[in-house]
């Protein structure tokens, strides 16, 4: 029997620095905390000498630091045009993993954050006709498009889906543009294959931000009616899956080579070697870890690319994302 060889990184390092530190994230105040339906909570972000925040376009995200070692993302649903506040909402989860709950429990005005991003992976395509299908919480960076698309001359439909209206964020928003609203305890549920008959007809996109069971619906309903579908997904996925294997990636910049175990991530062994990445919900789903790949085919596992940005494979998501074959080497722009 031979033994298999030790595979040992070697790579110089870059200095330590945690998530809350990377490069676009800020210090910002909570200035004020309003309860916008049941269970939902509205929070205001200012700087906290005044200044301009970045400016972001609707159906862009920010990352908030609300426990040590982990970010979560919410969309922004306030006005582009104002620079001087962002506003979130944040749903309660029952299932929190801490996060909502501090927010819900423990967040008070004037207490400052680490909020990182704008970041946009949900932006608005041009097109004439939109229709917008938007499920709980999944309200708000569809509120933000609805209206962007609205003052741009577009034509524009929006679906509000709820279990009851109480906790339906925002309904008078939606309401103001036109849109319907369907509170499961006052009727029946939407009539999805309706609605995605409605954008055929139209000649729409649809836009749709929800739990599982709602997007799902949605594009298969839009598939069987040739209807394009941009979805936002609350939820990411595992790391890892039965049946990886090993590879190896090379770090462009440093010159090294790294050996990726098949248990573990590229983002796990950049931080054994003290090269720190930005990155926040490490489940594919938020484009904070997003990095330039400039060479070898990668498994994109991540929710967020496009079919038209995964055919080009010239970027990856290092907390989910592989190599698609074992023998291949990918290599990143660090």
Known sequence: VVAAPIRTNICSTAPVVTPAQAADTRILTVMALRLVAEDV????????????????????????????????????CGDPSDRKRWLVAVFRESASRGGSRFVHEELRPG?????????????????????????????TPILALARAARAAGREVEVAYCGRRRTGMAYAAEVADLG?????????????????????????????????????EAVEERAGEHGVTVRSERFSGVAAHREGDFAFDVTLARRGCTLHIPADRSILDVLDDEGIEVRRSCQEGNCGSCETAL????????DVLLTAKQRAANDRIMLCVSRAIRPDDRLVLDL
């Open 41 to 76: 909570i509205e929070i205001e972000l200012r700087d906290p000498e005044g200044r301009d925040l970045p400016a972001w376009e609707a159906g862009a995200h920010v990352d908030l630091w609300l426990q040590p070692g982990r970010a979560a993302q919410y969309s922004l």
């Open 179 to 215: 849109g319907t609203l369907h509170a499961r305890d006052e009727g029946p549920r939407a009539d999805i294959d309706a609605l995605v008959r409605a954008a055929a007809t139209r000649g729409a996109e649809i836009y749709v931000c929800g739990g599982d069971a709602l997007r």
């Open 294 to 301: 400039l060479a070898g085919d990668a498994d994109h596992r």
């Open 111 to 139: 207490m400052r954050l680490h909020v990182g991003g704008p970041r946009n992976h949900f932006a608005r395509e041009p097109g004439a006709a939109i229709s917008f299908v938007a499920g709980g919480i999944g309200v």
